[in-house]
């Protein structure tokens, strides 16, 4: 069938790709602010180089890995055709409709990529080497990623389980599950930080906070709302349930603080903020408002309680990547096996899978949605730890205790953010 450009959908998907990219320079001021003042350059520098390492690999092979045809039983997808995506014509579009120019597509997949490699980096902060981080986005990207990607959405291995299908609208297992996981690998890797459990180590800059979070929340409409590939109501469902669902988050979290320490503070806020995303982000056009409601209260309560476990199990996950964006991943992914609630004929939704056991859709969508989660689990923490592995055994992951101590701004790249006070 010709292609046929509908330039309302090209159009939103052009400003959904604008604001999805906007969203690591965003991760970049809210991991930035958390972290100690000698640490925010490398933190936020392991943001933008993750811009400038995925969108070479993914231009160069990476679609093709992730959204090519099956190969390797459907492990990943085949690049034949797709190498520096020279393989499309201007005109060429995505299919089912949507009237969408697929280079569009790929930019936006792409920048999917980079945001989920980048929240990786929170789990790692203060210590890992500028070097290793760099190389490890590349080999990360091309071995966990794309393989998910291709699992989820583009017709793989990994994501089928007969008789439905996992339900990821716009990225809970192929973005928040995958990233925080890979993060609990790579800190039990790297070790705990010097005075972990021992002394507070508090953000330096809350207004950075502050100001990630609110432009994370902002580029997220683009992140669930334009993964619908069109400018109609689906998009519209996932735009207010992006809006209702972190918004109950924060008083979710607020609550657990004001009950569990007395004070609801304003990283609990921003915190709040990211689990209520998070947990939306798979079920965002999956569920109504009703679900999104509970599903961002469930997020605000969980993740607050999640990122004390840390302590408990001795792991340093500097940023609470793990309590965030792996349990609020899960979450949000499990709960769309109670809450889906989808119309007949919706476009993306798999068929047989339209609704969830509290709208009459029994256990099978549970199922497989709790099966996708597993299999995102252990394929993703088995395949960081290897790479990691494989980096520690050669360039070597961490920092000396010296540069941790005095700084990794400073040794790693030559420069601080702050002037000392003359």
Known sequence: MEFALDTGNTAWMIVATALVLLMTPALAFFYGGMVRAKSVLNMMMMSFISIATIAVVWVVYGYGL????????????????????????DGDGLGAGTGVPALVMAAFQATFAIITVALISGSVADRMKFSAWTIFTVLWVTLVYTPIAHGVWGGGLLGSFEPSTVIDFAGGTVVHINAGIAGLALALLLGTRKGFGKEPFKPHNLPFVMLGAALLWFGWFGFNAGS????????????????????????????V????????????????????????????????????????????????????????????????????????????????????????????????????????????????????????????????????????????????????????????HGETAYEEAK
């Open 257 to 412: 603080e004001k009950i569990r320490d007395g004070h609801a503070t304003s990283l609990g806020a921003a915190s709040g903020v990211v689990a209520g995303l998070v947990a939306i982000t798979p079920a965002a056009a999956a569920v109504d408002t009703w679900g999104a409601l509970v599903i961002g209260f469930l997020a605000g309560v969980v993740c607050a309680m999640a990122v004390g476990l840390k302590y408990k199990f001795g792991y340093d996950d500097s940023l609470d990547v793990v309590g965030v964006h792996l349990v609020g991943g899960v979450l949000g992914t499990v709960l769309i096996g109670f809450f889906a609630n989808l119309d007949e004929g919706t476009t993306w939704a798999p068929d047989g899978a339209l609704n969830g056991l509290f709208y009459g859709g029994g256990w099978t969508q549970l199922g497989s949605q709790i099966i996708g989660a597993l299999v995102a689990i252990v394929y993703s923490f088995v395949l960081t730890l290897i790479i990691g592995w494989a980096l520690k055994a050669t360039i070597g992951l961490r920092v000396s205790e010296d540069v941790e101590v005095q700084g990794i701004d400073l040794a790693e």
């Open 66 to 89: 992730a959204f090519g045809s099956d190969t390797l039983g459907g492990l990943v997808g085949s690049p034949s055709g797709l190498v520096g995506l020279n393989g499309f014509a």
């Open 228 to 255: 619908e590939f069109g400018a109609d109501a689906t998009a519209g469902r996932a735009f207010l349930n992006t809006t209702v669902a972190p918004a109950i988050a924060i008083l979710g979290w607020l609550l």
